[in-house]
Antibody, heavy 115, light 106 residues
Framework: QVQLVQSGSELKKPGASVKISCKAS????????MNWVRQAPGQGLEWMGW????????TYAQGFTGRFVFSLDTSVNAAYLQITSLKAEDTAVYYC????????WGQGTLVTVSS | IVLTQSPGTLSLSPGERVTLSCRAS???????LAWYQKKPGQAPRLLIY???DRATGIPDRFSGSGSGTDFTLTISRLEPEDFAVYYC????????FGQGTRLEIK
């Protein structure tokens, strides 16, 4: 069955970087777009953007340009989200999700940014 | 496309019927609208896609309707496990989520 398994929680200091992984199983990564969704504490779901697996071409939603980078490693069937120059307001749970209507989600990765 | 959900919060009792609203700032292409249920500490769960199609394993007390700019999610008879936050999402023109409707136990 399709599964998306994300890497574990991260505690980072402001200015640091973090890279979250999302390992897919039960299907080949190149057959569906991979999305990233953020939920900050007490807030709603925000779509961050997606990456097209067959081209590796990312699209970033407004507000997620510059410090956010989506990437893929098809050899291990995994997608990645890297965030650089972390700020306190990046504290959130980050989810990967497959496709367009998101039937399949990762379990979420909590990133806490605190000095 | 901006999605506006109403109401923000609903307080209801198990067994009641509820209708949640999602209004789009312009027409949603091909009625590409989905509904999700979100509980604390869990990933969102897809309930409805293409405005009215139930996702795999979703009980038939959940139904979606609407087209163009106005969409609704109806839960015909609330079960205790249905109390959660519900989000609509359009995926016809890029992707956006509504701000959510919190369904709480009265």
């Amino acid at each position: 069955q399709v599964q998306l398994v994300q890497s574990g929680s991260e505690l980072k200091k402001p200015g640091a970087s973090v890279k979250i992984s999302c390992k897919a199983s039960g299907y080949t990564l190149t057959t569906y777009t991979m999305n990233w969704v953020r939920q900050a504490p007490g807030q709603g779901l925000e779509w961050m953007g997606w990456i097209y697996p067959n081209t590796g071409n990312p699209t970033y939603a407004q507000g997620f340009t510059g410090r956010f980078v989506f990437s893929l490693d098809t050899s291990v069937n995994a997608a990645y989200l890297q965030i650089t120059s972390l700020k306190a307001e990046d504290t959130a749970v980050y989810y990967c999700a497959r496709g367009t209507a998101f039937q399949h989600w990762g379990q979420g990765t909590l990133v806490t940014v605190s000095s | 496309i901006v999605l506006t959900q109403s109401p923000g919060t609903l307080s209801l009792s198990p067994g009641e019927r509820v209708t949640l609203s999602c209004r789009a700032s312009r027409g949603v292409s091909s009625d590409y609208l989905a509904w999700y249920q979100k509980k604390p500490g869990q990933a969102p769960r897809l309930l409805i896609y293409a405005a009215s199609d139930r996702a795999t394993g979703i009980p038939d007390r959940f139904s979606g309707s609407g087209s163009g700019t106005d969409f609704t999610l109806t839960i015909s008879r609330l079960e205790p496990e249905d109390f959660a936050v519900y989000y609509c999402q359009q995926y016809g023109s890029s992707i956006t989520f509504g701000q959510g409707t919190r369904l709480e136990i009265k």
